[in-house]
């Protein structure tokens, strides 16, 4: 079946609820205008229960179906933007310096608020929606947060579903696969301690920024040469800091960057890794060296049963030939996944067309993608919650 007609007829309204929330941008667990928006609709629409502060500042909302007792499924956007200062030249642009919705958390809740309405007017199921709404997914791990706060065990949610837009997919189709969808996370500071002195006297000195930039090189050798072929890892070093003289070779220089698996051994050989070959490069050179490494988010994991009942709802809305059910994993991290850890679930992407890619300044949710990504959520909850 194609998007449902409720669905169009309310793409206007939800899209004015989306820009409103895209010109008002908030960081991480400081989401307190978006919160208080997302609750406010949730009880003007007449969610039998709308709880706030959940995992900090997260809300979830409760919709009772009309059919009888069931089971709880859990439906979740995400609330935060990002720290970028926007260039898209909207009418609805970020009216805050130095933030801006760069990756369509604006539209996640914008759609899952309009699916929410649209479950309280029908309530043609059995059982209840809880609607969540997240902060800080954005690097503060705002799901885990709700997750620790015990909110799967609260309002006894069985299984739960994500979605994310993806600029390149056409609107109007989805992708998605089992087992993992969306890469593990780890952050790591490298800090390479040396001897300063005269840029003009290097034999003097214990180079730290020599030793530094032989360690970016090596541990490119752990995709290459440590980890299987045929394991997904990447190693990025982002950040380079070092000196503030022409003529100053400094004392110590500080490299991070992030480490992306698909799989935990991974992770743990890359850590592994990266400890032997800063200690050994540091002591060729003289210098000492500290590695701090953090694993952040876990690896996005689609449970097969829900990612199967997900494809089909998706190919309900889009047509079969418009969902794609095997897409290669992406290697950007999700804190979607502690949810998927603590319940089974499913992540699914819905096309933004052709936009610019998310954490990009010129980039902006597709509103067209409205009507298809709240008619899945729609169908998904009353197909799980059928009589």
Known sequence: MPILNRSAELQAEIAEWRRDIHRHPELLFDVHRTAGFVTEKLTEFGCGEVVTGLGKTGVVGIIEGNLGDGPTIGLRADMDALPMTEM??????????GRMHACGHDGHTAMLLGAAKYLCETRNFRGRVAVIFQPAEEGGGGGNEMVKDGMMERFAIERVFGMHNLPGLPVGQFAIRPGPIMAATAEFV?????RGGHAAMPHTVVDPILAASQIVTALQSIASRNV???????????????????????????????????????????????????AGVAAANGATVEVDYDSNYPVTFNHA??????????????????????????MGGEDFSYML?????????????????????AYDFNDDAIPHGVSYWVRLAETALAA
């Open 190 to 194: 490298i800090t390479v301690k040396g």
């Open 88 to 97: 898209t030249g909207r009418p609805w642009a970020s009216t805050i310096p």
């Open 305 to 330: 049963d829900e990612t199967a009942f997900a494809s089909a709802i998706a190919s309900e809305i889009a047509g079969a030939a418009n969902v794609d059910t095997d897409i290669t994993p992406t």
């Open 341 to 361: 850890e603590a319940r089974p679930g499913a992540f699914i992407f819905i096309g933004n067309g052709d936009s610019a890619a998310l954490h990009n300044t």
């Open 228 to 278: 299987h072929p045929l394991d997904s890892v990447v190693v990025s070093v982002t950040k380079f800091h070092a000196g503030d003289a022409f003529n100053v070779i400094p004392d110590s220089v500080e490299l991070a960057g992030t480490v992306r698996t698909l799989k935990k051994d991974v992770n743990a050989d890359a850590e592994s890794r990266m400890r032997a070959i800063c």
